[in-house]
């Protein structure tokens, strides 16, 4: 007990450490790439908010100075009561739009509360492209007189003033052919409390103090465009026009600006737009914010991801091979489609060349739509570089790719399971598999176009702003999304199918040849289950069976064996008495029944012999020592050593023996054994006067030795002559043990040959083949 | 002869044939029936051979075999109905001299006593043999005479018996095939060598071996030639 409790401990702490491991990867990856993508953003931007929130006083950043310095040339338009138009841009085709509020607008997404709709600051101070250069056209379309523009431009700049004035973190006043100021406490080099940032224009050139400290703006005294000049004239290149001179313009900037609003209800409305500076320094603190806080995600992601490697990273391999284990069951085709879309905006976003490269196929509305049907790719791309800035689609994307290569690492080979596999049907033997492997093949392409169909549908009603379509798209899609999962059970249900019909074909091989040990296992919820049962009961009845007989053989061979052995005993005694009689004086008649009795004792012996050796090859206990050797020779050895008895017999034999050697790899003992009986009983049983042919030929890998003679006794057709104590005359009055033939096919069988007999009337023809010896 | 010879085996009749077979030879036969008599009638000073079989009650063969070698140095037969090679091999590894397979004719059997005791007795030790000879159990042949004695007695060979003898005892082990010895013999090719040389060999075994239809000593190697069996 205490051990299965030990046990189930470790499996959960294996199981905590993997989940552990994983979740720090994946949530410190996460992070990792989130804050990349932030700080891509941040970059892609080119705002000065990086740099600029890195600063302590607000007033030392590039946009202050920026604001400021549009400012001055404002409120120096203003004090000389000419156009707010801005001419400095001309060159570049900037069009014409009073840059302060255009700054304004463009800085005013903090808080939102300087934006109010319907009462935008466009609106109140936008002129219309028609109205520049000096304010509104008569009807008759006559020139407007000198004081109708100069009436035009100071009631522009009375409108501005009206906007500012309220704004008391930047104070300002203006001294020229008009006045303008919003306070009355701001004179020349002697701010106020709370403004240690002042700006003054003497006319001629502008000087700024901060903290009661002047500061060099001119450097060297020559403006060159940079970002860090001040965009002011004063410089050696840049001086300002007749115009404006004698305007003295002086602005205070507060310390710790905040916001002024001022409730002008009667319009319908709150008016705060010109809070810049507010703004500006609360967006500066904001992105300061937002810097930190990336950087400390980042940190933890980047400890997370080292805990990970340092100390759960065995943890995080087992989980990656589980979840291997699951994207591995997955068709390959859909799985890599499904994975790589995320993927495929990053090769549309990196030349025009491959955007042309994708099919044009219209995706319904939208941006697929527009960007294909009007071959605009710049259009694409800036999508996919809007894209590329969002952190969802970053993560996706990584993600997705993650788990594809994890699927391609740790599966082995996984497009074997697809559905172009499924069409090939390579490595399937049976033709039933291949024909069901085929039909799904095909069954899941259709199911993957109805899947890309059913997308598009989903993606058309998706572009569509509102949700009608979208429930209109799902109602047409769901009888075809039901189909969809139907038929992927079903082909996993049928991919089973017939790979258990392989395992189960492979069994019935296996069987057939021989192997009756090892059972099919298939799952219980197969659907061959039944037929895997009936054959495993079929093997193990064979294999009880064939114990049974083996062990019967094995009886009978012991039993052979041991009365052999019993029977040689007293033959020995038999033999030896009655070679003792033959050598006593004996009557003549006596002598020869001693001389019938040593005759018989002798094929006792013989047979006894004969008896001893069949049950050895029969149970294949018969020891084989193999010699490269010429299997020519070895008949010419045998007719020398039989010639003896070939004379005697008063047969012809009648030899066509090759001169160049036939080499086979045989036990030599064995096979002089097998000739021996075969001529032997060609020698015994011929017609007395006929002719017996011995050949040998070698045919394709194989030596095939033919011996023919003409029996005398009548065959019998249909006798199996090499079966044991079967011989050609029925009477058993010859010689013979009726073993001869069936001793030869045993030895011949031991040494990988084979010996066939044919009978033809009464010819009587041996066969025996043997492989040749390869070696040589 | 006073030489006595001791036949130890279960089955009396066997005893009885091999003993009526060594007497009308002139040999003196002591009998014994089992392992332990076996060992106490070794104990006579006038044995010079024992003949003994493997399977007996109260103590096998080989092992009243090992008994008997640790304090007599005589020639033993050992009679067995096994015929496995690996038996044979077994038994003269104990220290048989011989080996015979049930069932045996008492020719065979005499024959191989005698030889036993020749190389036992009359001879002693054959290594004492002159310079030069070529010794392989009970064969021993003198390059320079040309001359073969088994057991002690000069075999009378043809040339050409001779000349394939001493080829074959010269290279002991070795295989030669039939053309090899017709060329190195006769010299020149023959048509069909084998069977010339098949004759002469059975010639030789006629006068050499003590059962020519089992040889022990020139022995044919099938499908490849024939060879001098090698002995202790």
């Known amino acids: ?776 | 002869m006073d030489e006595k010879i001791l036949v130890v085996d279960d089955d009396k009749e066997i005893v009885g044939a091999i003993a009526a077979s060594l007497e009308r030879e002139g040999y003196q036969v002591l009998r014994a029936y089992d392992g332990m008599e076996a060992l106490d009638k070794a104990l006579d000073p006038d044995l010079r051979l024992i003949i003994m079989d493997v399977m007996m009650p109260r103590l096998d063969g080989l092992s009243a075999l090992m008994r008997i070698r640790e304090r007599r140095n005589l020639p033993v037969i050992v009679l067995s109905a096994k015929s496995e090679e690996s038996d044979k091999v077994l038994g003269l590894g104990m220290g048989a001299d011989d080996y015979v397979t049930k069932p045996f004719s008492a020719q065979e059997l005499t024959a191989r006593v005698r030889s036993q005791l020749r190389r036992y007795t009359s001879l002693g030790d054959v290594n004492a043999a002159g310079r030069g000879d070529i010794v392989n159990g009970r064969l021993r042949f003198d390059p320079a005479s040309r001359e073969l004695t088994a057991d002690g007695e000069i075999v009378r060979l043809t040339a050409t018996e001779t000349g394939i003898v001493e080829l074959l005892m010269r290279h002991i082990g070795r295989v030669f095939p039939a053309e090899e010895i017709y060329r190195r013999v006769w010299g020149g090719e023959a048509y069909a060598p084998e069977k010339t040389v098949m004759v002469h060999i059975r010639r030789i075994r006629e006068k050499i071996e003590l059962d020519p239809k089992e040889p022990d000593y020139l022995k044919v190697v099938w499908g490849i030639g024939y060879k001098m069996e090698p002995h202790k």
């Not at chain 1, 809070?275 to 320094?281: C, D, K, Q, V």
């Not at chain 1, 064996?561 to 029977?567: A, E, G, I, P, Y």
């Not at chain 1, 010429?630 to 010639?643: C, E, N, V, W, Y």
């Open chain 1, 1 to 776: 007990m205490a051990i299965k409790w030990n046990r189930t401990n470790k499996n959960t702490t294996g199981r905590m450490r993997t989940a552990i491991g994983f979740l720090s990867f994946v949530l410190g990856v996460s992070l990792l790439l989130s804050g990349g993508a932030f700080w891509i953003e941040a970059y892609r931007d080119r705002n000065h908010w990086m740099s600029d929130s890195l600063l302590e006083d607000y007033r030392d950043t590039t946009q202050f100075r920026n604001y400021i310095c549009s400012c001055l040339r404002t409120f120096l338009s203003m004090g000389a009561a000419q156009p707010l138009n801005d001419y400095w841009y001309g060159d570049y085709g900037y069009d014409w739009q009073d840059s302060v509020l255009e700054m304004q607008e463009g800085v005013a997404w903090y808080g939102d509360a300087g934006i109010i709709p319907g009462d935008g600051p466009m609106s109140f101070v936008t002129v219309k492209r028609g109205e520049s250069e000096g304010g509104p056209q008569s009807t008759d379309g006559a020139q407007p007189t000198e004081a109708q523009r100069k009436d035009y431009w100071r009631s522009q700049a009375k409108k501005i003033h009206e906007r500012m004035k309220e704004d008391q973190n930047l104070l300002y006043r203006i001294e020229g052919v008009d006045k303008y100021s919003n306070t009355t406490d701001l004179f020349h080099l002697r701010p106020p409390d709370g403004y240690s940032f002042l700006l003054y224009f003497d006319g001629v050139k502008v000087n700024v103090y901060k903290n009661g400290e002047k500061i060099d703006i001119y450097g060297d005294g020559y403006y060159a465009e940079r970002e860090d000049q001040w965009y002011v004239p004063g410089y050696q290149n840049f001086t300002v026009d007749e115009s404006l001179k004698g305007v003295k313009v002086t602005i205070a900037a507060i310390d710790e600006p905040q916001l002024f609003l001022q409730g002008t209800y009667g319009k319908g409305g709150v008016s705060g737009e010109a809070n810049y500076l507010y703004r500006l320094r609360q967006n500066l603190l904001e992105s300061r914010e937002q810097y930190e806080q990336s950087l400390i995600w980042m940190g933890v992601g980047l400890a997370l991801v080292l805990l990970c490697a340092l100390s759960f990273w065995r943890g995080k391999q087992i989980a990656d091979v589980k979840l291997a284990r699951l994207t591995g069951k997955l068709w390959f085709e859909p799985k890599v489609l499904l994975l790589l879309v995320p993927l495929l905006p990053l090769l549309l976003a990196v030349s025009d060349r491959v955007g042309e490269a994708v099919p044009v196929t219209v995706w319904g509305d939208g941006v697929w739509a527009e960007a294909v049907m009007d071959e605009q790719w710049w259009y694409l791309r800036e999508q996919v570089q809007e894209l590329l800035r969002q952190r969802g689609w970053l993560l996706t994307a990584f993600w997705c790719l993650y788990l594809l290569v994890n699927d391609l690492r740790r599966n082995y080979k996984p497009w074997k399971n697809g559905i172009c596999a499924m069409l090939a049907a390579s490595g399937l033997k049976q033709p039933i598999q291949r024909r069901l492997s085929r039909v799904s093949g095909l069954v899941a392409l259709a199911l993957l176009l109805l899947g890309a169909v059913n997308l598009n549908l989903l993606m058309y009603a998706a572009s569509f702003s509102g949700g009608a379509p979208l429930a209109g798209a799902w109602t047409v899609c769901l009888p075809a999304v039901v189909l969809l999962i139907i038929a992927t059970v079903f082909l996993w249900r049928l991919k089973r199918v017939w790979t258990d019909l392989g395992t189960l074909t492979d069994q019935i091989a296996a069987v057939r040849s021989g192997d009756l040990e090892h059972p099919l296992i298939v799952e219980t919820d197969s659907d061959l289950r039944q037929a895997v049962d009936d054959l495993n009961h079929i093997q193990q009845g064979l294999h009880s069976a064939l114990d049974q007989q083996t062990k019967s053989e094995r009886m009978k061979v012991e039993l052979v064996t041991n009365v052999s052995h019993d029977l040689k005993t007293p033959l020995t005694s038999i033999i030896s008495y009655a070679d003792l009689l033959a050598q006593e004086e004996l009557p003549p008649q006596a002598a020869d029944y001693v001389h019938i009795l040593q005759e018989k004792a002798a094929r006792l012996k013989a047979m006894v012999q004969d008896v001893f050796d069949i049950s050895k090859a029969a149970s294949g206990q018969l020891p084989i020592k193999p010699k490269h050797l010429d299997l020519g020779k070895l008949l010419r050895q045998t007719l020398a050593d039989m010639s003896q008895a070939v004379e005697d017999s008063g047969l012809a034999l009648r030899t066509a023996l090759p001169e160049d050697a036939v080499p086979v790899y045989a036990d030599g003992d064995r096979l002089y054994r097998v000739f021996q009986n075969l001529l032997g009983n060609a020698l015994k049983y011929s017609l007395p006067g006929t002719r017996v042919y011995l050949a040998l030929v070698t045919q394709g890998r194989q030596a095939l030795v033919t011996l023919k003679n003409t029996s005398a006794a009548e065959l019998r057709p249909g006798t199996d002559y090499t079966g044991r104590f079967v011989r050609g005359d029925e009477s058993r009055t010859d010689g013979g043990s009726g073993l001869g033939l069936s001793i030869a096919q045993s030895f011949t069988q031991a040494c990988n040959g084979d010996l066939r007999v044919e009978t033809d009337g009464d010819l009587f023809t041996v066969r025996v083949t043997l492989p040749l010896d390869s070696l040589s």
